[in-house]
């Protein structure tokens, strides 16, 4: 992760180092914000964001079912985010912004404390690895179950929510693996700390659904547009932990990871200990998609417009 010089706070630009908040800032103390995670990417169109105004709809729909206003226009957002990666002279970067409860009376109702936002940016290379993405990574089932939906919003991305990825993340590595897979509360397939699922069997791709408690991936939207348009069938459906042992191929999908294959479940060889030829084809078109060098696909980027040159 390198430092950027900027970050847009509360409609301004502050040197990183000065982005600070007050103590009592109601989501320190209780998890109170929703954030997004977002790349940009270097395209022949110029630096590029994926699929930015859906997680910006993602994001105030974390917002709202959270309570909170976000006090910006989603076009304000996004342009803010444009001269926030133009401003720090990034041609391609990880994008955080998060709206939260700021300081104001303590105490858990949160309506009188005020709606905050910051976005900032790095740049950030692959998540698990450029080895990981290439050969596939190990997981792990976690003995954590993922959040229920009679406790919380699985569908939100609120960062309180995180403290249950944080500790299958903590799990997993200790345990000497890159990755952990959450099971939902039945028991059946769900997701992993920062990343869907998707398992392939006989050429046919699942995938678990909003049912299995998953947060809605942009990315697992556009692996299953792409696996679907190279003609494989994608199935949404609960997955049973042993058809993770059984899989000719399992991959993963997010902002962070992009796409990664698994190599191992549990010790298990997926297939046959290598990337398979199904998660090559939708990896390839993915990151064809992702660096712009996809017509089909040109819609997903919006293009950081270049700073007005000086005067
Ligand atoms: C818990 C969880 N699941 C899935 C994902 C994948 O979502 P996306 O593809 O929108 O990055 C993420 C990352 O945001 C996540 O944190």
Redesign the pocket.
């Given at each position: 992760m390198n430092q950027a010089d900027l970050i847009w706070m509360n409609g301004e630009l502050v040197a990183w180092e000065d982005a600070k908040i007050h103590v009592l800032t109601h989501a320190l103390h209780y998890g109170t914000g929703v954030f997004?995670?977002?790349r940009a990417y270097e395209t022949p169109r110029g630096t590029a964001i994926f699929?930015h105004h859906?997680?910006i709809d993602?994001l105030f729909n974390s917002a709202s079912m959270y309570y909170m206003d976000v006090p910006y226009t989603k076009a304000q957002v996004r342009e803010a985010t444009h001269d926030l990666i133009a401003r720090n002279g990034l041609r391609s970067c990880y994008i955080r912004p998060v709206v939260y409860r700021g300081a104001g009376p303590m105490g858990l109702y949160p309506l009188d404390c005020p709606v905050e936002m910051f976005i900032a940016v790095w740049e950030w290379g692959a998540y698990l690895g450029e080895e990981g993405k290439q050969r596939g990574v190990r997981a792990k089932v976690s003995s954590w179950r993922?959040i229920g939906p009679d406790a919380l919003i699985?569908a939100a991305?609120a960062n309180g929510?995180?403290l249950n990825?944080v500790l299958a993340k903590i799990e997993a590595s200790k345990g000497g693996y890159e990755e952990a897979i959450l099971l939902d509360q039945r028991g059946t397939v769900c997701?992993?700390?920062?990343?869907?699922l998707f398992v392939v069997k006989n050429g046919v791709i699942t995938t678990p659904g909003f049912t299995s408690s998953?947060?809605?991936?942009?990315?697992?939207?556009?692996a299953i547009q792409i696996a679907r348009d190279l003609g494989y069938e994608v199935v949404e459906r609960e997955i049973s932990r042993g058809e993770l042992y059984m899989a000719d191929e399992i991959f993963m999908?997010?902002?962070?990871a992009e796409l990664t294959p698994l190599r191992e479940v549990d010790d298990h060889a997926v297939g046959t200990g290598e990337p398979g030829p199904v998660t090559r084809a939708v990896q390839t078109a993915f990151e064809d998609a992702l660096h712009g060098r996809s017509d089909r696909y040109a819609d997903w980027l919006d293009v950081v417009p270049l700073p007005a040159p000086a005067p």
């Open positions: 997004e995670g977002i699929r859906d997680h993602r993922r699985p991305k929510q995180y990825s997701e992993g700390t920062g990343e869907n998953i947060l809605g991936g942009i990315n697992r939207l556009s999908t997010g902002t962070a």
